[in-house]
């Protein structure tokens, strides 16, 4: 998270249980969620990670705090962008859709591939030349170059993720419109810090699923009471 180790762990922490809940309810009432359910859980290893590199910044401990950047960024660059359609996929009913959403979990696997794999190789245009401290946020300086600009990069990252709004789960709309939402105003108010800022307020943005889950489950009740 962009604070501290402390508050880093203490998020993963709260989204490891809130991903245990919504797991274990959808285990019992609808396992078509199940994708969706486990979310919380995957960010807060992702939280972790960047709690990992807290610690290996604050103790001067050059390997690890390199280590976790790139498993952070793992997350941030090609995870999310192809985890996020794989759910859209998994939750949609209409098949003109579900083409749809198979053609974009290829492009975020091929295009997060392309913003990670320098970042994996610590060489070469788009590689990461630094993690600090900007502020109490944490940034990850990369380097530019490579065949697309950094604001054709932000361009296309931010498409996708608007484009998966496109979902025909009225949940899942629900869930990526917060997440979105709060994008926006990290991207215009936390430059500097984006990726480290989004990935937090998108994780506790998971939290809200449990909640979701439980309101369309009473939802469906009173339909098969009426």
């Given at each position: 998270m ?5 508050a ?7 989204l ?13 009432n ?6 969706l359910?486990?979310?919380p ?11 990992a ?7 001067n ?8 950047s790139?498993l952070?960024l793992?997350f941030a ?9 794989i759910v859209?996929?998994s939750?949609?009913?209409k098949?003109w ?5 198979t053609?974009?979990?290829i492009?975020?696997f091929?295009?997060g ?6 970042v ?10 630094k ?7 944490l940034?990850y300086e990369v380097?530019?170059g ?8 932000d ?7 608007v ?6 789960n ?18 215009f ?5 984006w990726?480290?800022t ?12 449990y909640?979701?889950?439980?309101n ?11």
């Amino acid at each position: 998270m962009c604070f501290s180790a402390t508050a880093s762990f203490g998020s993963a922490t709260v989204l490891l249980v809130g991903g245990a809940l919504c797991t274990r309810h959808v285990m019992k009432n609808d396992k078509t969620y199940l994708l969706l359910a486990i979310t919380p859980i995957l960010f807060a290893l992702q939280q972790a990670i960047e709690g990992a590199v807290w610690i290996g910044y604050n103790e001067n401990i050059i390997s690890l705090m390199t280590l976790s950047s790139i498993l952070f960024l793992f997350f941030a660059f090609f995870f999310w962008l192809t985890w996020i359609p794989i759910v859209a996929y998994s939750l949609e009913t209409k098949k003109w859709k579900r083409i749809f959403f198979t053609i974009f979990i290829i492009i975020g696997f091929v295009f997060g591939l392309y913003l990670w794999i320098p970042v994996l190789l610590e060489t070469g245009p788009r590689h990461l030349i630094k993690t600090s401290v900007c502020g109490h946020s944490l940034c990850y300086e990369v380097s530019g170059g490579g065949l697309l600009s950094v604001i054709v990069r932000d361009i296309i990252y931010a498409s996708l993720g608007v484009l998966f709004l496109l979902s025909s789960n009225r949940l899942f709309r629900k869930f990526w419109a917060l997440v979105m939402l709060f994008g926006a105003i990290t991207f215009f108010t936390q430059r500097e810090t984006w990726i480290s800022t989004w990935c937090f307020f998108a994780a506790l943005s998971t939290l809200w699923i449990y909640f979701l889950l439980i309101n369309n489950h009473k939802t469906n009740i009173k339909k098969q009471t009426l």
